[in-house]
Structures are given as structure tokens and as C-alpha cells.
């Protein structure tokens, strides 16, 4: 079978510092989509930088109340001024977001699992249907798949599905790399992730930033990469990895703990912010969040 063990980064060549051209559009790989979906994906990200905020707030769906999350309305609603999308799931989005809100939507469509079955966790199903998609004015989609877990057909199957569903009414579909605790967070395997639902149809893949070789990942993916958070870490460090994704060819972030779970949610926000559209280092940025942090005390 072709090349099936020929993935060493040393043998290939993803031309990294060569930008792959989208005529006559923003969006990396997007220019040949039709109206409504490019219109869509302009709502998600910039048209003046091809990048995107979207702030994820749907861990929800599979761990129940999550630190930070609680209470969506306390706690989320004070960001959404600051991101360019919101990733979340229909109940939260019914229940608790205004329906005046001027964001793009990133909703949860797959599921049916939960934290309290670890083992089970890969296992899931699609649980949105394009209808309930449409009623909800979604641009994205966000389907987790599980790339060499047990489930890893199945979830494949979600994904190619919702994407045949997706692609009759101009939705976006982000195909969510969903590590698995047997899976090493390696670009080797973000890299086979990534580039198989791209093959498959995805028009936005998520995965976590590597510290080696992250540009190899976005050079070999015809499509936007948006980088997820991960567990809380200094916020510095997010700030820093915020960059260095954006740097390395990321067209944003779908972040979530790192800011909901910061210190101080609104100033994160607004230092991400400064970092993804404002130009920022991530020092300088950190400076602003230290000084919107002390302000509101
Ligand atoms: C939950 C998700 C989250 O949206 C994703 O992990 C981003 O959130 P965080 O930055 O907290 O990792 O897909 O399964």
C-alpha cells in the first residue's frame, strides 16, 4: 500500500515557506466553494487577515459543567464581544445566547458519549441534524473524529456524512482531531489526521499545536487549521502558543479553557485577541492582559 510507513518528516517535502494561492478569495483552499459557503466562511473568519476567534464552549456535551462553565451566562456571555465565532452546542445556544448576537456560530453536531465512560469516550454518533443546523443559522459544523481508535470508521463515517448534509445547504464542517489517550500529540499524527478529513471534505480542521514541526501540518492541509487550547496553562504560554500557531501557517484559534478558566477571562480574551488580529507579540500581549486584569480589580 502506497507509502504507508513512508511518513518521516526527513522523507517528505511540504514546501513550508511556499503559501499555497486561493484565487480571487481569503481563505486558503476555499476559493472554489460556492457563495453561500464562502459568505459563511467570511463571517468566520476575517476577510482582512483569513484568521478566526472562535471561542469553545461546548465541553459541555460530553463532561456535563465543566470549570468555567457553569454558568454560560455569567461567565461567557462577557466574552462575546471579543471572539469572531461561537463554538458551542444547541442547548447552550438556545438557553443562554442572544439571538441578536452578530457572531458566526461553530455548532456542536456530533456526541453521545460521555466522560463517564472514558473508554467509550470515541464512540460517537452524529447528534444534529442539518434541519436543526439550519434552524439554528450555524456556519460551521464540528464533528469529532477519532483517527486510529477503535471507533475511528464510525467516526470517519459521521464526518463524511455531515459533510454530504453540509455541503447541499453552503455549511462549513470542521473536522475536530480527537486525540485519544493511546494517541501521542505528535505532528506526525496531526499531520495523518488532518490531511485524511481534508481528503474526506473537511473545510476547517482543528487539532492541537505542536512544539515540533507544527508548519509541516498546516503546509500539507489544503484547508484553514484552527488550533484548540488544551488544558489551562500559564497565560503567557497560551499567548505564546496563540502566536507561534498563527506564525506557523494556523488560521486562528477554537479556544476555550485558556480563557475561561484564565484568572481573568475578559483581558485573556482581549490578549488573544491582540495576538490572532491585532499584530501583537505575545509578550506585548500578555502586558495588555496584566493591565486589563489590574484594572478591574
Ligand atoms: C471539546 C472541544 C473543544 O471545543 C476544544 O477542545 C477547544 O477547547 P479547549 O481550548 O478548551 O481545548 O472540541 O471536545
Redesign the pocket.
Known sequence: MADLDGTQAEQKQYFSDVPQESPGYFLKGSHQYDWGLKNRLAKVFNPANGRTIML?F??GY?QGPTTGLERVDQTILPLEPYCDCL?LTRGIQRSIIPASTQKAIALRASGGTSMARPDELSNESLACSIEEAIRLNASVLAV?VFIGSVHERQTISNLTRLIDQANRYGIAVMG?VAVGREMARTARYFRLATRIMAELGAHILKCYYTDEDFDSITSCCPVPIVI???KKIPELDALKMAYNACEQGASGV?????IFQSDAPVPMMRAVRGVVHGGMKPDEAYQMYQDLKAEQA
Not at 477554537?254 to 485558556?258: E, F, K, L, P
Open positions: 469553545a461546548d465541553h460530553f463554538m469529532q475536530v484548540a487550547g488544551g477554537d479556544m476555550g479553557r485558556n
